[in-house]
């Protein structure tokens, strides 16, 4: 069975450009989530889909940040412009339906803003 | 508030060794979650152990065991004659009881030398 997969592992943008992160979770996995750790610090939450619908949104820093699930299995993040604060390792979750269940983590996408 | 802390940034040890990786959470909420992660070079976050607020029965999985102290907010890994492959970077986790999203610890580097 796949894994949780990112698209894509890396990316370098200049100041003020679009970037769009992609995330495919595990089959089956209604809970997608979005994670973002900065510069060794914690990883901190972002975002929670339930199928399509966002779940809870409280950590996304502002309105540059974007994300979708469309139909309830893939999602994007789109980061729109970037700034050079927004660089770090973006990290992309599912799990199955029930609360408090482990997730199964990426392997991440590292943006880089220069 | 919720939070971890994972105090130790990074340790080095020599191969066999034993290594105890410390956590320390804060949650008002009576019903919770504990989680360990190891995070490879390869970069996903891969799960080792979930544990809940109810049973503080320490768990031992192989070389891995698990200290849960709710008396001192506690939920430490002992990793018992260490290996090379065991070096990674390896986070704490924390969820509240029907809340899926994670609040995790700044994580903590493990060296394992030869």
């Known amino acids: ?114 | 508030a919720q939070k971890v802390t994972q105090a130790q940034t990074e340790i080095s040890v020599v191969e066999k060794e034993d290594v105890t990786l410390d956590c320390v959470y804060e949650t008002r909420d009576t019903t919770y979650y504990l989680f360990w992660y190891k995070q490879p070079p390869s970069g996903e976050l891969v799960f080792l152990i979930r544990r809940n607020s109810f049973d503080e029965q320490n768990e031992i999985s192989g070389r891995y065991s698990w200290n849960f102290q709710k008396s001192t907010s506690s939920f430490n890994f002992t990793i018992t004659a260490s290996q090379v492959v065991d070096s990674a970077v390896y986070f704490c986790a924390l969820s509240e009881h029907n809340f899926n999203k994670f609040y995790f610890g700044s994580g903590t580097k493990l060296n394992v030398k030869p």
């Open chain 1, 1 to 114: 069975e796949a894994g949780v997969t990112q698209f894509p592992s890396h990316s370098v943008i200049e100041k003020g450009q679009t970037v769009t992160l992609r995330c495919d979770p595990i089959s089956g996995h209604d809970n997608l989530y979005w994670y973002r750790r900065v510069m060794g610090k914690e990883i901190k939450f972002l975002l929670h889909f339930v199928k399509e619908s966002k779940q809870d949104e409280s950590g996304m820093p502002n309105n540059r940040f974007l994300a979708e699930r469309t139909g309830g299995t893939y999602s994007t993040l789109k980061v729109q412009p970037a700034e050079l604060e927004d660089s770090g390792v973006y990290f992309c979750a599912s799990s199955q339906g029930r609360p408090n269940t482990e997730a199964f983590f990426g392997q991440g996408t590292r943006l880089t803003v220069v």
